[in-house]
């Protein structure tokens, strides 16, 4: 009888779980988003409005509250789209919750570091059951997890900084996480300040140089930085030529300089 009711509790357990993978809501940080964050240039960039969301401070601290709630077996037994949406928004939400620890006397996130620490570095973030970094989140569960081996979560993840791509006014979510990050690795290389052809060379982020690695993994069976920006010619605005030299690895890839003035609107 008493193997019976355990095994009750632990099916119990497991049905919860599911339930709360299911149920759990990215609402409040989806609401600061669409009310905060202005897309510019057809949502190839933006900008946030940092004064406003500290005037609904309570909402963020609301959102961060709920993903603390959050335990390593629940997070194990969800999908890894529930998984990685999750990480990706306790990142960005992360990220501006430490901006409006300094705000408005910053000019760059890079202000809230010091000589011996990051600001990437620095303890805040309850999540998992633990009191994580900014690089825990991005550099341990995401990338180096094993879990997810995508590369386009550089085009979803935010710091804060003119020079990352766009932070999304849409919060990211399971059952769409395929199309938000296609669409904000497109919206990113499309852009022109940041990366562009020109007299038979390719100018493009340092986040490239800096996460190499990570688009030579075999995402989609592919291997090399080369490859992987071929995908893209269309939004490179790549011609045949420029094309068939990227594939054939005699187009020049030049990494351009990073902007880490504050992503902010006013």
């Not at 900008?47 to 005037?55: L, N, Q, T």
């Not at 993903?67 to 969800?78: H, P, T």
């Not at 890079?110 to 970094?133: A, C, N, Q």
Request: overall charge negative; glycine content about 4%.
């Amino acid at each position: 009888m008493g193997q019976i009711r355990l095994l009750l509790i632990v099916l119990l357990a497991l049905q919860s779980q599911i339930l709360f993978a299911a149920e759990f809501d990215h609402g409040k940080w989806h609401g600061l988003l669409q009310n905060h964050v202005e897309l510019l240039d057809e949502g190839r960039t933006s900008r946030v409005d940092y004064a406003g969301i500290m005037k609904n401070r309570s909402e963020l601290d609301a959102y961060l509250q709920s993903l603390s709630l959050i335990d390593q077996l629940v997070f194990d037994s969800w999908s890894t789209d529930e998984q990685l949406a999750l990480l990706i928004n306790a990142y960005n939400a992360a990220t501006v919750s430490l901006i409006l620890s300094r705000y408005p006397n910053l000019k760059s996130i890079k202000d809230i570091g010091s000589l011996f620490r990051s600001p990437w570095r620095r303890e805040f973030i309850s999540l998992l059951g633990k009191t994580m970094t900014l690089d825990e989140i991005e550099h341990q569960l995401i990338r180096g997890s094993g879990r997810y081996k995508e590369p386009r979560i550089h085009f979803a993840v935010n710091c804060a900084a003119i020079g990352c791509p766009a932070l999304s006014n849409k919060a990211y979510e399971p059952e769409t996480l395929e199309q938000q990050l296609e669409s904000a690795s497109k919206m990113f290389l499309s852009d022109r300040s940041r990366n562009y052809f020109s007299e038979n060379r390719l100018y493009v982020s340092s986040i490239f140089k800096w996460y190499r690695e990570d688009f030579e993994q075999g995402w989609q069976g592919i291997n090399s930085l080369q490859e992987f920006l071929s995908g893209y010619s269309a939004e490179l605005e790549l011609d045949d030529q420029a094309l068939a030299n990227l594939q054939n690895n005699r187009l020049r890839i030049r990494f351009l300089s990073y902007d880490w003035d504050l992503n902010r609107s006013d």
